[in-house]
């Protein structure tokens, strides 16, 4: 069963079993999502839907490629409940996310 938090298998039908590249392909992902994160993180705070939607949009993509699953859905998640200006979803979802990242982050820098 593919772990829905960090899921390799797509990196590795391109990669094969390159697992230096494909640590680096999401290393590089973690520091690069680093900033939209803590816009994210703000955006929620100001209530700023707007951002929200656009925050998560940009993200949600990336995090599908290397495989953070869990991530990526709660983008989508994000992304619908900005358009809709739904602070419900927004306060639930936004917190997760943030959680769902810290796993990816915490996984890559204890080689697991």
Request: contains cysteine; hydrophobic residues 40%; charged residues 25%.
């Amino acid at each position: 069963m593919p772990d829905r938090v960090l899921d390799t298998s797509s990196l590795s039908a391109i990669f094969g079993d390159d697992e230096q590249t494909i640590k680096e392909l999401i290393e590089e992902f973690i520091v690069s999502s680093e900033k939209t994160m803590t816009d994210l993180s703000a955006a929620v705070d100001q209530e700023s839907a707007a951002q929200v939607k656009s925050l998560a949009h940009k993200l949600k993509s990336s995090a599908r490629t290397v495989g953070a699953h869990v991530l990526a859905d709660l983008c989508e998640a994000l992304e619908a409940a900005g358009k809709e200006k739904n602070w419900i979803k927004i306060n639930e979802a936004g917190p997760a996310a943030l959680i769902a990242f810290s796993h990816i982050r915490d996984r890559i820098q204890t080689g697991q």
